[in-house]
Structure formats: structure tokens, C-alpha cells
DNA sequence: GATGAATGAGACTTCATTCAT
DNA sequence: AATGAATGAAGTCTCATTCAT
């Protein structure tokens, strides 16, 4: 109510954080001085240590940043009036689209889970530890075994051929390979469902 | 007295990648002090000098390094005479059985293919430049559909629902969440054949 | 409730001295933030800067509002009346009493005068420039040389023998070294007199 | 026997220690960057990090370079064939003849022994943990009892009237207040002795 | 008057690289 | 050819101080 709207004075924090999503998802954290952060956000060094006690804690800090839109957005696109087999695809096309869409996010999240930063939050984040997106996602195996409609296999293969599917073909399409239409995703999201129907 | 000739010859180059290969694949790149290299490797750092011009040539030589005996033993592990069927689960397998065996190399792959160091590699590798190991893995496609057993996607699709999953599934793996045994590797490999199978 | 008048008046100015005495004679000038001092006042950090210019000022001013009460607690303590050899006894049990239950005081002023900031006010202080406690100390000698109860010694051993021994005493025992008991003060005390005694 | 004689390659680490002397003793611990000791030391500052892992090794490990030839000295001038009272009096003299002399040094010793990092190391100093200097000077009051010459005394009272005296002395001196000269070191030592004799 | 968010100089430390031996 | 001591640029982080509210 004080500030006429609340366009500008969102603070800081954001301004920090989408520097830092920016010069991370291009460059690494290692080659992501916090100078460079500062400049890009427009604040002074010391004022990142303001909002973040560490670099560290700027990174942590902007996986839950990057995570929540990621799996609000999936949330919101699931509809569970739908058959098993058409909630699968339009997962994984989701999936696909929303990382197509925002490199920068699946670039630090790639990163982030793949170093000692998030590397043991991985299982956690699969096999969903509280009411998060991935508990949807495992329902979907779960409903699916019950129906008949999904293979029964050993529980990991279900996200490797998902997960690992998406994971590779957005990073293929960021390396400049390939171009990511309706046609591939679709495509894609069908082989998955392939791989793991009865 | 294993080896009675190449003892010495290769000596020093050979000691500084193979503790570069330990030393990356645990601590990542920029954690790796040419000094830590240098002291496993038993050299002085100045020597790493004379093999490698560069940290970056040295990373780059390790990729080659790494990359040649993984080859050489997809070629060796294929039999033509198979059917693609039982030739493309036979290569899954073998990769995922190459790949778990070997983690400083897998770890030091994904992080060389994820880095800036080799991220626009990662096309070269999958359409293969020249006659390397993924010139096999094309055939096998390529041949798949002329034989009507494979169905006919775009492209880009093979090797996502092949590296990407065999990627995905070693990763798991290493960070502790599953472990890989041969009937998830099994399953895995079926998984794949299905999702792309006629 | 406990004084009617003066609780608001120097409210800030004297909250910001006491968190800075605690926070100092813990800590160092050094690693003492400005920030810590206000938050351990309970005021913002610039408002310290209303009532001292500089980090320096405040050091400076809390040396002088430190030494206040402990020059009135030595004139207070001492009784005109008595001989030489007991006000003398008198003075350094009452410093080493005083010192010995402010150990905030006593390690600030240690620190302060061994520090670029007070070095040179050690010479000032001792040999009294106005009239101030070190006065009355110095009034003790030269009453005691005349009336033939203290040896004639070179003056700076006067000062010597007794801040000298005091101050030892009191940062051995804030160490942890020793405890400080009526023994020992008097013990310390007397032979601090036999040091300089005729 | 490599270089004709050792008269310069006394090495860096010589070098660093004695510039970090003059440093520290001139300006605090604190008011030392490393970078101005590199500078006078002639080094770049990177290379004090080849000899001593921290700053606070490098105090440390002048603490110990500086008490070495302190406790010799210490040691070499003391003639055992004499009195308790005129070795107790050598002592003390020789003491503040040496840390007269070195003003560095004592500017060193008693701030490192007033911080954190030698704080705790008062006590062993004085009490004597294995055979040093200090056993040296413990002796003294041990025998001075025995043979009736000293009186005594709570023991901490001992060192309070020598170093206490001695240090304030020479901290007096270094602040520009007094010289010291033969007289006053003659009626100090002497002072100290009636401080603690029977 | 009081506040505390913002700043940036400067401290400590690491490490790729060079070069005299 | 091999070494490793020396270097200094560059990175992370702290904290005295300012100034808009």
C-alpha cells in the first residue's frame, strides 16, 4: 500500500537471485564470481551477503526459487479426470515444454543436482519425500500397476526412462542440436510411455 | 613383468590422466589443484606442463583418454550376427554395466559434457563425426527400421531414450539412491527396446 | 523505577558505551562490528554515528567514561588519615579489588593502552597531567620519601613496582591462571610496599 | 656446501617471519595485511602461504621464533655459582636489557600473550611445562626458600612482581614516557628483589 | 532523531602458471 | 627432462560508513 504499485521495489532479493540464475546457468558456479552477480543484479557485492549468508546459500536459495514455479506449473497442467495413459503423456510433454522454455532454469538445476550441492537431494526429490510434485508423479505408477496399465518393473526404471529421457533431450536441444517441435515432444513423450505401459 | 615392453615410455602422461581422471571425478574441475594432480601422480606440477599446455588441454585430453577404452569396448562387446533386438539390449546392458563399473570415468563425462569445457561436443558424439562407437549405435537404427522392427521417429528420440536413460540411471545410482543389479539393468534395457520398437 | 530523573536523557549514548565495553573486552576492537554494538544496544548502527564520529571516537570515549569511576572509586577509597605505608596498601588492594570484579574494564583499558590507540596516553596518565587519581598516587611517594618511609628510587619504579605488578596479576588471573583471594591481594599488596619501602 | 657460503638464501621463511615482525609489533595483528608483510618481506604474498598455511600459523610460528633466542639469552647469562639474590637481580636485569633492546620482539610477545592467540599460554609459560627458561626462573624461588633468602610467598605472587614489573617497565619506556638506563635498571632489579625477599 | 539497507574498499586465501635449477 | 618454489590475479567475504526514509 505504501508504494503507489508494486512494480519496481520488489526488492533486492529477486534482482539478486535472477543475476545469479542467469551468470550461473551460463558460466557454472565456479566461474560465477559474486562480483559478477552483483554487477548484473545492479547491487553492490556486500549486498548479496545481505539476503544470502554464503555462496552457498545464494545456490540453495535459488533451487527452491527455481523449483517452486517448476512444479506449481506441473501441478496446475495435471489433470487427473484423464486416463493413466493420456496424464502420462501430457506429463512429460509438460515437463518438456516448461524446461524448453526456461534454459536457464534446467540449466542450473542439471548443475545443481549433479554436483555436491544437490547430488543427495536427487533420491529425495524422486521419491518425494513430502505433498510435492514428484508424490504426483509417483501416484501415476502406482494408479497405473493397479489399472493394469503399466508394466510392474524395479521402481527406478519408471524415472530413469522419464527423467532421463526429458533431462537428455533438453540438454541435446541446449547443446544446439536439435530443435525441440510439437512433433519430437510428442514423439518423445509417446516412447516413454512405451517403455514402461503393459 | 605384466607388460614386458610399454612399461616406461608412457610413464608420466599416463600417471597425470589417470589421477586426473581420480581427482576430477571427485571434486570436480575446479576443485582439482594441478598441485593435488601432480602429488597423486607422483610428479612435479611443472611436468604436467610438458604433456598438457593448458588445465583445459588437460581436461580435454582426458575426455579422449576416457572416451577410447569405453569404445573400443561397445565395438568389442557387439555381435552382428544378433538380431537388432538382442543387439540394441545387449548394448544398453553392456553400457550400463561398463558405465557402473567405471564411475571416475562416468562422473567425469557427465560433468566434461555438462561444462562448458564439452557441452557442444555433445552433438558430435551422438551423430558421429567419424567412425567411432555411435556410428554403431546409428547403424543399429538405421538398420532396426529398414527391418521394420524399429519404429520410425525423429531421430533425436533413439538417443534420448537410450543415453539419456542409461545417464540417468548410473547417476541415481551413484548418488546412493538405488542400487544396480541385473535385473534393474534387465528391465532397464527391455524399457528402452520397448519404447522404441515397432 | 529505580532513579526518578535521569533514566532518559543519556539513554542511547551510555547503552551504545556499555554494549561496546562488553563487546570489546570480549571480542578485540577488531573483531568487534559496529553492528554487533548496536544490536547488543538495541539501537540501529547509524545511530551511533549521532553521538561518535568514527569507530575511533567511540574507543576513545569509552576509555574516558571507563577510567571515570575507576579514579573515583580510588579517591573515594582513600582515607588521608592513615599512615603512608597503609594508604599505600590500601590503594593497591582497592585496585586490584576494583580491577578484579570489572574485568570488562580491565581488559578494554589493557587493550587500549597497548594499542595504537592509547599508547601514548600511558606516559599522560601516569604521571598525572591534571588532577586526576594518579595524582593522589603520586602524592603518596612524594610524601613517603619525605617523611623517610619510602626508599628514594628513580621515579617511573614507582609506578612500575605497583601498575606493573597489578596489572600482571589481574591478566594472569583473567587467563584462568590463578584465583584472586584476600590472601594473594594482600600478599601482592605487601610486597609491592617492601619494593619500594625505606 | 652448495652455495659458497649462507649468507643470503637464508630463505623466504626468514624473511616473511622477520617482516611480519616489524609489522606486527608496529600495527596489531590485525592492522597487518598480509599483503604488506609480502611486501617488505620482498615476496609475493601468495609464497607466505608456502611456508605457513594461515595467518594465524605465521603468529603463531613467530611466537615461537622470537622466544627462542629470548629463553637462550636467558639461559646463556645465568651463572648458577651465585647467590640467589644477585642471580634473581641478573636475572631481571638481563631480562629488561634484552627486551629493552628488542623492542619488536617485546611489542610482540605482549600482545600475543594478551590475545586470544597466546592467551592460554600464560600460565605454561610461567609455571613451566617441560624443562624451558621459565623452569630456569621457578628454580630460583624454589632454592631461594630453601636456603631462607626468599620469603614466602602465594606462589603467583612471584611472577607478578618480576614480569609484571619488568613488562610494565618496558612498555612504559616503549611509549616514549622514560630511558632506560643502568640506574633504572639496577633500582628495578633490586626493587623486585625487595619485593620477595625473607 | 533514529534507522538499517546498501555500499565497496580491502582482508584473507587459492591456485594456474612460470622459470631457474 | 623434471622439478617445485615463487608469483599475483582473482575469488569470497567482512565491516565501517553513508543516506534515504
Redesign the pocket.
Known amino acids: 500500500m505504501s508504494s503507489s504499485s508494486q512494480t519496481k521495489p520488489k526488492?533486492?532479493r529477486s534482482a539478486i537471485l535472477d543475476a545469479a540464475l542467469d551468470i550461473f546457468s551460463e558460466n557454472g558456479f565456479?566461474?560465477?564470481?559474486?562480483?559478477r552477480i552483483?554487477k548484473l543484479a545492479?547491487?553492490?557485492?556486500?549486498?548479496i551477503?545481505?539476503?544470502f549468508?554464503?555462496?552457498?546459500a545464494l545456490i540453495h536459495a535459488l533451487c527452491e526459487q527455481v523449483n517452486v514455479p517448476l512444479k506449481r506449473n506441473m501441478q496446475e497442467k495435471t489433470d487427473t479426470g484423464l486416463s493413466i495413459h493420456q496424464q502420462f503423456v501430457c506429463f512429460v510433454s509438460n515437463l518438456i515444454r516448461y524446461l524448453s522454455s526456461h534454459p536457464r532454469e534446467f540449466r542450473f538445476l542439471e548443475q545443481y543436482y549433479n554436483s555436491p550441492y544437490g547430488i543427495d537431494k536427487v533420491h529425495t526429490e524422486l521419491v518425494g519425500a513430502n505433498g510435492n510434485a514428484t508424490d504426483m508423479f509417483t501416484r501415476l505408477f502406482v494408479d497405473g500397476q493397479k489399472q493394469g496399465v503399466i508394466r510392474t518393473l524395479p521402481f527406478p526404471v519408471y524415472p530413469v526412462m522419464t527423467f532421463g529421457s526429458v533431462s537428455f533431450l533438453i540438454r541435446y536441444s541446449l547443446s544446439g542440436g536439435i530443435m525441440v517441435d510439437d512433433a519430437l515432444i510428442a514423439a518423445t513423450a509417446e516412447a516413454c510411455w512405451n517403455a514402461i505401459k503393459a
Chains 1, 2, 3, 4 share one sequence.
Open positions: 526488492d533486492l565456479h566461474s560465477s564470481p559474486m562480483s552483483a545492479g547491487v553492490g557485492v556486500g549486498s551477503y545481505r539476503y549468508s554464503d555462496k552457498d
